[in-house]
Every structure is written in structure tokens, then in C-alpha cells.
């Protein structure tokens, strides 16, 4: 069978470290983990010394992306509540401010994701950060509608790298059952930003206008929020197990071997055309994005209108501003229970499904009710309709968890975020001005494309499931030909964890559906 290593590294040696062999070995073509662990596994680990290192990764890495993830909905949707603060463009003018942010997001998450494989993951991450931070300070001098369509394009195109970049660190330091809730831990600080934002919104709408807007506050505490964010995680955000500094030597050993039966390895920094390629053929990557644009096309009215709707209701801006923190606090629990669920199930549409009922509902509600005087029904409704998002977070798990070969990951990621972005650029143009105040067409188009995504999601989990059975026939056959034993099956299974396959390529990958 060709496992997918070269012939050259088929030498059977007994607790082969890679620094025995390293003449041997095409470093540019294998996975980064393969400097300091070995092609098999030269030591045993308990589950205690994986649960150890383990509890040092959430110390770090938890806390860390749970704060860039904050900052970056703060940053993304502070528009939302600029809008009802003085913010100098309304109308179509508005719209293009609000989708400019997509448009650079298009534009630079391509070229963003390529130049992170080069570089180290964190201190690119950082980088972008603190420069995003000095963008958002910087919201505060215009005040037409020229200079603030240029910094939002510019905002979203140093945003861009931010979750492709923590998809691929937790697909790196996290098991396969592990990767859902930690996406949901950094993912519901979109809830945590919802609640944080209204309520300082809310305190600044006290500050009399002397001259100067209140929205130009919240951009300014946003942006300075932002730059030391960046650089907390320029200090101490690891790229990669290898480097993971505040791990000890045999704890960063530890770190890889303890993902290495998910077979999704590390990173390689060489860019493979064939695997780019590969990503643009596979089915699969069509339909998560295809489940990304049609879950985020109502992403992209309600981020920026949510405030807009619920005071046309009949409520005062600072009404309006404080009675939008209850929809966070929802948005944190889906988070939290689809992640949970996503793990503990070993399931990625499941959780989507659940998520979308409650959106679903919410929606009808808001269609239903359009143009009636139940605020209190149709202020619950904007509440609930938001649990759709917890789709995004199981999506970047189902990404972590079914593609492997780094050059591949990326590529699978970045189409999904710009597919991610097309949505949002859709979706803005849903809630179109002439709609004001019901919006009632946007309202519409998120039950129809979420009852499309239902489907979807079904169809998705049949794949995978279809694409198991496949393999399991296919590596019994191989066992069959070559004769293998059970500790034959093991060795090759370890062989390849780290030889930087895809998942199409490695006989032994096993998808989650």
C-alpha cells in the first residue's frame, strides 16, 4: 500500500526519532511536528500527562482567542451602535459603509491566510490585531462618507485572518473531540461582545455632546481595547505545538503525539499546489460553503440592524441600546450548549440543526408580527433569532475536525470565510432602506435560507458518512493485500498522522459528521 510517505521513509526502525533519520527525511514536505517527535511514537503517555498539558492549553490559548474573537465582533459590528449615536452617514450611504467591512474582508483573506502559512501563526495574528486597533481609533476623525468606507474596508481586511487563523491553532493543539466546545468558548464571546457593547453603548449615550459625537468614544475605548489585545497575543500566543513556549520540552512532545490518532497534524509551510487543487475539487468543500453563505446571509442584515429594527418598535435609543444585552446572553448559552453537544456526540450538523430551530421560530414571529404593536413578542423574537449563530463556530469545528494537509486546511478555510463574506455583503443589501421600518423582505429571506440549510445539513452528514464506510472497505482491502497484522495497522496509522496528507490521501482519516 503507498501510505502516502515516501519510499525513502518506509525504513521500519523501532522508536524511529526523526533526528536519527533527519538525512532522510524532506523536512519541506512532512508536517513541522515531524523536528521533534518521530515518525512513530517513541514514547507512552498517559491519559494524565495529556489531561496535563491539556489544562496548560486552555490556560493560554482559551483566554486568549476568547479576547481576540471579543474584540473583533466588538470592532465588527461598533457600527451597529454608531448608527443610533450620531454616526454622520444614514440611508444607501450607511449600507456601503456596512458592507465595505466584507468587501476588504474579500478581498485580502486569500492573500492573508497564504502569507500566515509562511509566517508564525500568533505574531501575524498579533500583528493584524494592534494594526486593527490603531484603524478603529483612527473612526473617530471623519465625518463623511468617503474616510469611513476606506477604514472599514481596511478594517475588514486586517480582521480577515482572525478565524482562519484560530481554526487551524485549535485543529493543531485540540483532539477531534475537544476542537467544538473550544470553538464555542472563543466563539460565544460574540454573545459576551453583545451584552459588553449594549451596556457601553448604553453608559456613553449619558455623555452630553459637546462637539463631540459619542459614537467617536466607543471607537476610540474599542481601538485602544484592540491594541492590547494584539499584544497579549504577540506575547504570548503560541504559533504551534512546536513552539509553544510556556510548554516545557517533553510537554510540547506531549502536546503532538496527543492528536496524532486525528490524523489532522500541525502545519507545513510549503504551499502545495496539489492540495489547493484538491480543496477546489472536493465536494465537501463546496458544501460547507454553501452551508456558510446560506447560515450567514442573515448574519449580515441583523449584525448591522438589529438596533435599527427594535428601535422602530417603539422604543428610545438608550432602550434600545440596553434591551439589546439579553440576545447576547442567549447567543453565549446556544454557544456553549451546541459546542458541549458537538464534542460529547462526536456530531458537527446535529448541533447546526438545533441551533436553527430557535432562529427559525424567532424569524416567523418577526414575519408574522410585522406591523403589529406586540413590542414584548417581537422584542423575544430578536432575542431567540439569534441562536443561528452558534452555526458558524460548529462550522470552523466540522473545517478543524474533516480537512487535513495544511496547505489544504487553509484553502478550506479561506473559502469558507470569503464565502462567509459574501454573505454578509448579501445580506446587508437585504434590509434595504425603502424596507424602513420593518424590514419585512430581510425577515423573509432568513426562514427560507435557514429551512434551505436544514436540508443541507442532513445532506452534509450523509457524505461523511457515506465517505467512512468507504474508507473502512478500502482499508480492509489494503490489510487484506499486504497481509497486515493489527500492530501493522497501528504503525502505518502512526506513520501517517504527521506525513502532511490530506484527507482524501490518508487511508486512515476518519471524518465527523
Known sequence: MDSGLDTKD????????????????????????????????GSSFTEHDYNKVRRKLDFVIT???AAVYCTQYLDKTALGYASIMGFPVTGQGYNLVSLSFYIGFLIWVFPSMYIAQRLRLGKYLGANIVVWGVVMMLHAIPESFGPFFGLRLLLGMLESCVAPILILIVSMFYRKDEQGSRMAWFYMMNGVAGIFGGFLAY??????????????????????????????????????????????????????????????????????????VEALLDVRTWLI??????????????????????????????????????????????????????????????????????????AAMLVGLNGTSQKGALLFATWIVGTYGSSLAIIYAYNASNTSGHTKKVTVNALTLAAFCVANI???????????????????????LLSAQLVLCFIIRWTNLWMNRKKTRKLEEVKRQNGWSDDDVRRERERAAFSDMTDKQNLFFVYTA
Open 203 to 276: 453608559g456613553i449615550s449619558f455623555i452630553p455632546d459637546r462637539g463631540f459625537a459619542p459614537f467617536k468614544i466607543i471607537y476610540l475605548m474599542l481601538g485602544a481595547m484592540a491594541i492590547a489585545v494584539g499584544v497579549a497575543v504577540l506575547l504570548w500566543m503560541p504559533d504551534s505545538p512546536a513552539r509553544a513556549r510556556f510548554l516545557s520540552k517533553d510537554e510540547r512532545i506531549t502536546a503532538i503525539e496527543r492528536i496524532r490518532d486525528g490524523q489532522c497534524g500541525t502545519e507545513n509551510k510549503r504551499l502545495k499546489k496539489e492540495q489547493v
Open 426 to 448: 448579501v445580506g446587508t443589501e437585504t434590509f434595504l432602506p425603502k424596507d424602513a421600518p420593518g424590514y419585512l423582505p430581510g425577515k423573509i429571506s432568513i426562514l427560507v
Open 63 to 65: 483566554p486568549l482567542s
Open 289 to 362: 460553503v454553501l452551508a456558510t453563505l446560506l447560515t450567514n446571509i442573515p448574519n449580515g442584515g441583523l449584525a448591522n440592524f438589529t438596533n435599527i429594527i427594535v428601535k422602530g418598535f417603539g422604543y428610545t435609543t438608550k432602550q434600545t441600546l440596553i434591551l439589546s444585552t439579553p440576545g447576547g446572553a442567549i447567543g453565549v448559552i446556544s454557544a456553549i450548549v451546541c459546542g458541549w453537544y458537538s464534542d460529547r456526540a462526536n456530531e458537527r450538523m446535529l448541533p447546526i440543526v438545533w441551533s436553527l430551530i430557535p432562529t427559525l421560530a424567532g
Open 10 to 41: 518506509e525504513k521500519r526502525l523501532e522508536s524511529v526519532f526523526v533526528a536519527d533519520v533527519e538525512s532522510a527525511i524532506d523536512f519541506r514536505d512532512k508536517d513541522e511536528a515531524l523536528r521533534l517527535v518521530g515518525l512513530e511514537k
